[in-house]
């Protein structure tokens, strides 16, 4: 089947953003003792908490979410919760993996709350900055994270590592590419190990379109980590960018090997296995992508894509049986982001070459004729295709009206025929019939 996604879908860059560890509302600080002489003795080990209890369901929800599991790592909050109403642990815990979800009102409501309890809260300020990056308002954003390095700075703290990295995100986001540097530079003076500061530099200069300079540092900084999933799928987008589509996927593989869950790497494999029509590996990564993100715009709309290439390779009976399942993942892709034209269309192609509902596939080129202002981009695959499918409507429209004629002209000129026998009188059967001439 001609899949619509004939351009590379949209692949990702992974950031250097950093997620708290959930459970981790408060910080010990530690307090110089005077050193004692101890006996050697058997260390005593803490009481486990009750597998029901809030202490450990919190845990249980830490572990899940660091397993990328969002959907049950909520489930677990929310019952700790229930049981400890108060306990700040597991609201952050439960706001982190609502952040996971898309779920931001609810994360925003948490982190507000808590933010007002207790406005100096690292976690706290931390979160809703992720919150704001996460919806698109990095002004917010920015704006949060530089009152409190100011905040820090006025009590003669050392700038927070985890706060100046997201930091620098935010401002690459913004394309305040200045501000990006000037910041890596001032954690980096600090920390020249620091893996997530040569990372975002590199990410700053490939937003930039330095691409080369963007590798070396990428370089640099899997030589102090070599187990960052991030670093491996930007070193594949700059492979990208120079269209070397197979050395790109090595280092998408790389990711993944390196970090079973990681979302952009997934994201990416299943694009580009979608731009070879390699329909069986895109579901695949996709459907891993949406394990992590359930409700992940890109990840659901792949998905359906490769769902529908998958069916459209089948044979003709089997299509019939797969293609509603495509439908239905495009519909639900069409539900998360009702924008999203390429599920329109591709339901329209759909219901035309593996469902013959060519009524069907008529109705959604009207909607997507909607979603484009009723106008089509001459370079818009579905231009051509709704047009084949308007005429092939009109051709057995056509054809039907010409069978329909063809039956009333025979039928008219059968009903013609029974009249003018039926004026003929039947022959007399007593009447001998006339004897034939004799032969000469």
């Given at each position: 089947?001609?899949?619509?996604?004939?351009?590379?879908?949209?692949?990702?860059?992974?950031?250097?953003?950093?997620?708290?560890?959930?459970?981790?509302?408060?910080?010990?600080?530690?307090?110089?003792?005077?050193?004692?002489?101890?006996?050697?003795?058997?260390?005593?080990?803490?009481?486990?908490?009750?597998?029901?209890?809030?202490?450990?369901?919190?845990?249980?929800?830490?572990?899940?979410?660091?397993?990328?599991?969002?959907?049950?790592?909520?489930?677990?909050?929310?019952?700790?919760?229930?049981?400890?109403?108060?306990?700040?642990?597991?609201?952050?815990?439960?706001?982190?993996?609502?952040?996971?979800?898309?779920?931001?009102?609810?994360?925003?409501?948490?982190?507000?709350?808590?933010?007002?309890?207790?406005?100096?809260?690292?976690?706290?300020?931390?979160?809703?900055?992720?919150l704001?990056?996460?919806?698109?308002?990095?002004?917010?954003?920015?704006?949060?994270?530089?009152?409190?390095?100011?905040?820090?700075?006025?009590?003669?703290?050392?700038?927070?590592?985890?706060?100046?990295?997201?930091?620098?995100?935010?401002?690459?986001?913004?394309?305040?590419?200045?501000?990006?540097?000037?910041?890596?530079?001032?954690?980096?003076?600090?920390?020249?190990?620091?893996?997530?500061?040569?990372?975002?530099?590199?990410?700053?200069?490939f937003?930039?379109?330095?691409?080369?300079?963007?590798?070396?540092?990428?370089?640099?900084?899997?030589?102090?980590?070599?187990?960052?999933?991030?670093?491996?799928?930007?070193r594949?987008?700059?492979?990208?960018?120079?269209k070397?589509?197979?050395?790109?996927?090595?280092?998408?593989?790389?990711?993944?090997?390196?970090?079973?869950?990681?979302?952009?790497?997934?994201?990416?494999?299943?694009?580009?296995?979608?731009?070879?029509r390699?329909?069986?590996?895109?579901?695949?990564?996709?459907a891993?992508?949406?394990?992590?993100?359930?409700?992940?715009?890109?990840?659901?709309?792949?998905?359906?894509?490769?769902?529908?290439g998958?069916?459209?390779?089948?044979?003709?009976?089997?299509?019939?049986?797969?293609?509603?399942?495509?439908?239905?993942?495009?519909?639900?892709?069409?539900?998360?982001?009702?924008d999203?034209?390429?599920?329109?269309?591709?339901?329209?192609?759909?219901?035309?070459?593996?469902?013959?509902?060519?009524?069907?596939?008529?109705?959604?080129?009207?909607?997507?004729?909607?979603?484009?202002?009723?106008?089509?981009?001459?370079?818009?695959v579905?231009?051509?295709?709704?047009?084949?499918?308007?005429?092939?409507?009109?051709?057995?429209?056509?054809?039907?009206?010409?069978?329909?004629?063809?039956?009333?002209?025979?039928?008219?000129?059968?009903?013609?025929?029974?009249?003018?026998?039926?004026?003929?009188?039947?022959?007399?059967?007593?009447?001998?019939?006339?004897?034939?001439?004799?032969?000469?």
């Amino acid at each position: 089947m001609k899949n619509m996604r004939d351009l590379l879908p949209s692949l990702a860059l992974a950031t250097a953003a950093s997620m708290l560890p959930a459970g981790c509302a408060t910080e010990q600080k530690k307090e110089d003792k005077p050193a004692v002489v101890v006996t050697e003795e058997k260390p005593v080990e803490a009481p486990r908490p009750r597998p029901d209890s809030a202490a450990a369901l919190i845990a249980d929800g830490t572990k899940l979410l660091k397993d990328g599991r969002a959907t049950d790592a909520k489930a677990k909050f929310e019952t700790a919760l229930d049981k400890e109403p108060a306990n700040v642990d597991a609201k952050v815990g439960l706001a982190q993996a609502q952040l996971k979800l898309g779920e931001f009102d609810g994360a925003k409501a948490i982190l507000t709350d808590l933010q007002k309890a207790n406005p100096d809260s690292r976690e706290v300020v931390l979160l809703l900055g992720l919150l704001y990056t996460e919806q698109g308002k990095y002004d917010q954003g920015i704006s949060l994270y530089e009152k409190e390095l100011e905040r820090q700075k006025s009590k003669g703290a050392a700038p927070d590592r985890d706060l100046l990295n997201n930091l620098i995100t935010m401002y690459r986001m913004a394309k305040q590419y200045d501000d990006a540097v000037r910041a890596c530079t001032t954690l980096l003076s600090r920390d020249p190990q620091n893996a997530d500061a040569l990372k975002n530099l590199s990410l700053v200069y490939f937003d930039q379109g330095k691409y080369d300079l963007a590798e070396t540092i990428a370089i640099n900084s899997l030589k102090i980590n070599d187990k960052d999933a991030a670093l491996y799928n930007n070193r594949g987008m700059i492979r990208v960018k120079k269209k070397r589509y197979p050395e790109a996927m090595s280092f998408f593989y790389k990711a993944v090997q390196v970090d079973p869950i990681s979302l952009t790497a997934h994201l990416n494999i299943g694009a580009i296995a979608l731009r070879y029509r390699d329909y069986a590996n895109a579901a695949k990564h996709y459907a891993e992508a949406m394990k992590l993100e359930p409700k992940h715009p890109e990840a659901n709309l792949g998905y359906g894509l490769a769902l529908a290439g998958v069916s459209g390779a089948l044979p003709p009976d089997e299509q019939a049986k797969k293609a509603p399942d495509a439908i239905a993942q495009l519909q639900r892709a069409l539900e998360i982001d009702p924008d999203v034209t390429e599920a329109i269309g591709e339901i329209a192609m759909v219901q035309k070459l593996q469902l013959n509902n060519l009524t069907e596939a008529k109705g959604w080129c009207e909607k997507y004729r909607e979603k484009r202002g009723r106008k089509f981009d001459d370079k818009d695959v579905m231009k051509g295709e709704c047009a084949a499918i308007d005429a092939e409507i009109k051709a057995k429209e056509a054809a039907a009206r010409a069978m329909e004629a063809a039956r009333a002209a025979q039928a008219e000129e059968d009903a013609a025929k029974k009249a003018e026998e039926a004026k003929s009188p039947p022959p007399d059967a007593s009447t001998p019939p006339p004897a034939e001439a004799a032969p000469q």
